[in-house]
């Protein structure tokens, strides 16, 4: 299975050039429970176009391929990127069980990522 890993800054998004784009700026959306835990479902219904998705603590076992979490998530990710900790996967011994559709980051790229947004919601 391949999976897209950006070990550090992941690609930054373009910034607003108009006042129209300054109106709906991004949000990072931090989901550390697994999800049998009502945060996926209020991530889901908060998650608008251009969003982003960071699993990491026990949220990362949603993403492992074939759980109901990732097929969920799996339409999500047309749409919205999709980020897991690496750490956090290791750490559970899930890197092999990760979907294609999932882009591993370090604690650079979790940086990096709440510097690209323009606000952050933790779901826990």
């Not at 479902?41 to 990732?70: K, M, P, R």
């Not at 559970?92 to 604690?107: E, F, G």
């Amino acid at each position: 299975m391949t999976q897209k890993r950006a070990t550090s800054s992941p690609s930054r998004p373009p910034l607003p050039t108009t006042p129209g784009d300054i109106t709906r700026l991004s949000t990072l959306h931090t989901i550390n429970k697994g999800a049998h835990h009502q945060a996926l479902n209020l991530a889901l219904t908060s998650l608008a176009h251009g969003d982003v998705l960071l699993f990491l603590e026990e949220g990362v076992t949603t993403l492992v391929t074939g759980s109901q979490g990732a097929a969920r998530l799996e339409l999500v990710a047309q749409e919205n990127q999709i980020f897991c900790l690496q750490e956090d996967a290791q750490a559970r011994a899930l890197l092999d069980l990760l979907p294609d559709w999932v882009t591993l980051i370090d604690y650079d790229g979790f940086v990096a990522l709440t510097e690209q947004h323009s606000r952050t919601l933790s779901w826990f």
